[in-house]
Nanobody
Framework: VQLQASGGGLVQPGGSLRLSCLVS????????VGWFRQVPGMEREFVAA??????TYADTVKGRFTISRDNPKNTVYLQMNSLRPEDTAVYYC???????????????????WGLGTQVTVSS
C-alpha cells in the first residue's frame, strides 16, 4: 500500500486548506485512515482519524478540521478551516485495516504511511 499526501502550502491565519491522501495498491474500503502532524524537534501528534464513517479529532482541531474519505477514488481528505499559526507542521496520512475504534489516535496502530506535506500558517 502506498500513500501520497498533497495539498499543503502557505496560508494566512484564518484561512483554509484541504489536504488529500491518495492510496494505491489496495482498495481503501476496509482501511482505517488518519492524519498526524509533526513540528521539527517535537513528537508526531494525532490530528484526526476515521473508520468508515464519523471521525475522531484532537481537541486542538475539533470544530475546525474535518476528515472524510472517498472510497471509489481511494482518497482521504482533511479539510482545515480557521487555520492558526500553531497548525504549522508537516502533515502525514496513515492507513491500516486493523485499527480498532479505541486506537484510532495511536500512530503505532498504523502500518502504512505517506510522505508528509508541509502546511505553513503565517501572515
Amino acid at each position: 500500500v502506498q500513500l501520497q499526501a498533497s495539498g499543503g502550502g502557505l496560508v494566512q491565519p484564518g484561512g483554509s486548506l484541504r489536504l488529500s491522501c491518495l492510496v494505491s495498491g489496495r482498495s481503501l474500503r476496509s482501511y482505517a485512515v488518519g492524519w498526524f502532524r509533526q513540528v521539527p524537534g517535537m513528537e508526531r501528534e494525532f490530528v484526526a482519524a476515521m473508520k468508515q464513517t464519523g471521525g475522531t479529532y484532537a481537541d486542538t482541531v475539533k470544530g475546525r478540521f474535518t476528515i472524510s474519505r472517498d472510497n471509489p477514488k481511494n482518497t482521504v481528505y482533511l479539510q482545515m478551516n480557521s487555520l492558526r499559526p500553531e497548525d504549522t507542521a508537516v502533515y502525514y496520512c496513515a492507513a491500516d485495516p486493523s485499527v480498532i475504534t479505541s486506537n484510532l489516535a495511536n500512530q503505532r496502530a498504523y502500518a502504512n504511511w505517506g510522505l508528509g506535506t508541509q502546511v505553513t500558517v503565517s501572515s
